[in-house]
């Protein structure tokens, strides 16, 4: 299976609360790239409903994986209360229709929803897509920027479903906008 190694800069939230009140102290993030795959920012304790991390997280993704979720909890006493969630698509910083350099930062916000659905803040961060390789090159500590693997994915469209050969339709994707 094909993997990319993506880097998660988490910097900030804005007007978090939980049971409608504004959140006070020990805020954190929980990135998951797949159900087996995630990693945290360390806790915030001084931001109360507006904290920041400004903290890097290595992570691999399947190249199939269509989104990856983040989770903004916060600690209240023993247990970690879910905040909100958003599940960020994988085209937002993939590229949908035009390809996107290695290495390129993407810089974004989403609103967060609870439990219920309803908005509940905003989260602040960036994306960059490294190379492809195997869960197995991205160290536990955050320390690895890339994957050890030096083969990239094959653009194109397979073609002749039913048919003996496996050929691929070649062709670049004209860019638009802020990509190109």
Avoid at 89 to 110: N, Q, W
Avoid at 155 to 172: E, L, N, Q, S, T
Wanted: overall charge positive.
């Amino acid at each position: 299976m094909a993997f990319l190694t993506l880097e998660i800069v988490i910097f900030s939230a804005e007007n978090l609360s939980l049971d409608k009140k504004p959140v006070k102290t020990s805020t954190f993030v929980v990135v998951k790239t797949d159900p087996s795959n995630s990693k945290s920012t360390k806790a915030d304790f001084e931001g109360g409903s507006s904290p920041s991390w400004n903290e890097k997280l290595v992570l691999v993704m399947p190249m199939h994986a269509r989104f990856i979720t983040l989770q903004v909890l916060c600690r209240v006493g023993s247990v970690d209360r879910v905040i909100g969630t958003v599940d960020v698509p994988a085209s937002d910083f993939l590229g949908k229709y035009c390809l996107v350099p290695e290495s390129y930062e993407h810089i974004l916000s989403y609103r967060l929803k609870n439990d219920k659905g309803e908005k509940n803040g905003i989260v602040n961060l960036s994306i960059k897509v490294s190379d492809q390789g195997s869960p197995a090159s991205v160290t536990r500590n955050n320390k690895s920027k890339s994957c050890a693997s030096s083969s990239k994915p094959a653009i194109g469209v397979p073609v002749g479903a039913g048919r003996h050969d496996d050929g691929v339709v070649m062709g670049i994707p004209v860019c638009c906008g802020a990509h190109g």
